[in-house]
T-cell receptor, first 111, second 112 residues
Framework: GQQVMQIPQYQHVQEGEDFTTYCNSS?????IQWYKQRPGGHPVFLIQ?????EVKKQKRLTFQFGEAKKNSSLHITATQTTDVGTYFC???????????FGDGTTLTVKP | EPEVTQTPSHQVTQMGQEVILRCVPI?????FYWYRQILGQKVEFLVS????????KSEIFDDQFSVERPDGSNFTLKIRSTKLEDSAMYFC??????????FGDGTRLSIL
C-alpha cells in the first residue's frame, strides 16, 4: 500500500533559525496536504498542493510539491516559539480518497 | 467558518464494552472519514464513507468497527467490544473532491 515517509522525526532549533521537513511518497500523489498539530490538539490544515512543481507561501512558511508529485517540503524561515508543534504531511492518491499521513516532524524552538 | 464537531471529547470505557463516537461533518460535505492517533504516533486512516457506504477501509478497521450515517447530519464510529489497544484519539474528517479534509477536535478514547 501507499507509504508516506517524513524526516526528520524531531528538530530542535534556536529561535530565528530556519527549519525544513521533508515528505516522500512511495506512489505518485494526486495532492498533498500539510497539517500542524499542537500538543493535545487536532491536526490543523495549513495548505494543499495539487500541481507538479507547485510552490506556495504563507508568511514565513514555504511549501513545495515535487515535479514528480512524490515528494514535498515545508520550510519555515526564522522560526518563532509559536511555531512549535508537530508538522504532518498527508498525501492522497485520488481527489477524494483517504489521506496517508507521514510520521510527522516535531519542532521545538528554544527562545 | 463551518466546523466538524465531535462528541464526546473524552470517553472512558471498560474493556469489552461497546462505544459509539459521534461526529457532525460540515453540512455540504459528501465524503467522511475516521482516523485515529495513538498517543505519540502518527495519524492513521481507518475508513472513508461516501454515498452511504464504505468506500475504503484500512487493516485496522476490522469486524469490531462499524460506521453509520443514521440521519442527514451525524456520522458515527462504533467499536463493538473494545480492547486496551483501542485507546487513542479518534478524529472525524469531512471533505469534498479536490478540497482538503477538515478535521474535528477529536475524541480521546480511554479503555480501562
Amino acid at each position: 500500500g501507499q507509504q508516506v515517509m517524513q524526516i526528520p522525526q524531531y528538530q530542535h532549533v534556536q529561535e530565528g533559525e530556519d527549519f525544513t521537513t521533508y515528505c516522500n511518497s512511495s506512489t505518485t500523489l494526486s495532492n498533498i496536504q500539510w497539517y500542524k498539530q499542537r500538543p493535545g490538539g487536532h491536526p490543523v490544515f495549513l495548505i494543499q498542493l495539487v500541481k507538479s512543481g507547485e510552490v506556495k507561501k504563507q508568511k514565513r512558511l514555504t511549501f513545495q510539491f515535487g515535479e514528480a508529485k512524490k515528494n514535498s517540503s515545508l520550510h519555515i524561515t526564522a522560526t518563532q516559539t509559536t511555531d512549535v508543534g508537530t508538522y504532518f504531511c498527508a498525501g492522497s492518491n485520488t481527489n477524494a480518497g483517504k489521506s496517508t499521513f507521514g510520521d510527522g516532524t516535531t519542532l521545538t524552538v528554544k527562545p | 467558518e463551518p466546523e466538524v464537531t465531535q462528541t464526546p471529547s473524552h470517553q472512558v470505557t471498560q474493556m469489552g464494552q461497546e462505544v459509539i463516537l459521534r461526529c457532525v461533518p460540515i453540512s455540504n460535505h459528501l465524503y467522511f472519514y475516521w482516523y485515529r492517533q495513538i498517543l505519540g504516533q502518527k495519524v492513521e486512516f481507518l475508513v472513508s464513507f461516501y454515498n452511504n457506504e464504505i468506500s475504503e477501509k484500512s487493516e485496522i478497521f476490522d469486524d469490531q468497527f462499524s460506521v453509520e450515517r443514521p440521519d442527514g447530519s451525524n456520522f458515527t464510529l462504533k467499536i463493538r467490544s473494545t480492547k486496551l489497544e483501542d485507546s487513542a484519539m479518534y478524529f472525524c474528517a469531512s471533505g469534498q473532491p479536490n478540497q482538503p479534509q477538515h478535521f474535528g477536535d477529536g475524541t480521546r478514547l480511554s479503555i480501562l
